[in-house]
């Protein structure tokens, strides 16, 4: 007898996320990520910029403001987020990046930021392929993901718990500071920078990310 199951509607349930969870900014405005990716933008100085999983927008504005002039792009699967980013970036996409390929041509961003994004796709290594095609040669790529490695997640291991990104059902990839760079790596973009923030050993989190920050920030770069 087979099994009766429910099949998973990822744009309905980041639809009900935005609509119901992230009804204003008051909680992405916080969020520490968000300020070590604004540094590192503010450093590679991007002219054209692609946000995957984009939002409400509230990255790409930010961008807007302390870059201006720079053209802001943002794709993301919750028609309910992008109602809201229409206003704020220049151009926005729906998009299943699991699906389909990202809407834009070969070698046309200076930067492209996917943040708590990629493991939340089945497809990773496409997800990786798509951000090297669009990026010109010399460009970057910011990444952030849960880092499975962070100590405190170490001890849940020690102690037969669960860590945190493997209980969360949405997360379908894990990664280490390792498997992440060998990701980028595999798909043509060497790993510039590892990135770290912490509000419990901000120090530490920032000169060993790869242990003592539960965030994993990368900065990878497209040979010229």
């Given amino acids: 007898m087979g099994l009766n199951v429910m099949p998973v509607n990822s744009e309905r349930l980041h639809d009900d996320d935005w609509r119901f969870h992230k009804p204003d900014d008051s909680g992405i405005a916080t969020t520490g990520r968000f300020v070590r990716i604004l540094e590192v933008v503010e450093r590679v100085r991007p002219a054209h910029v692609l946000d995957i999983g984009c939002g409400s927008g509230y990255l790409g504005a930010q961008i807007k403001t302390r870059q201006p002039g720079a053209v802001v792009d943002g794709v993301d699967i919750s028609t309910v987020a992008l109602e809201r980013a229409r206003a704020r970036l220049d151009r926005v996409w729906h998009l299943d ?46 990444l952030t993901v849960p880092n ?74 497209k040979p010229a």
């Fill in 97 to 142: 990046l699991d699906a389909a390929g990202l809407p834009a041509p070969a070698g046309v961003y200076d930067l492209v930021i996917a943040s708590e994004v990629v493991e939340h796709l089945y497809d990773v290594q496409h997800a990786a392929a798509e951000i090297a095609r669009v990026l010109k040669a010399g460009g970057h790529a910011v």
């Fill in 148 to 221: 499975l490695a962070y100590w405190r997640y170490r001890l849940d291991l020690l102690c037969g718990r669960l860590p945190l990104p493997a209980n969360d059902s949405r997360h379908l990839h894990q990664f280490t500071a390792a498997h992440f760079a060998a990701l980028g790596a595999a798909n043509g973009l060497a790993l510039a920078e590892l990135f770290g923030h912490s509000t419990r050993l901000p120090v530490l989190a920032r000169r060993w990310p790869a242990v003592f920050s539960d965030t994993l920030i990368a900065l990878f770069r």
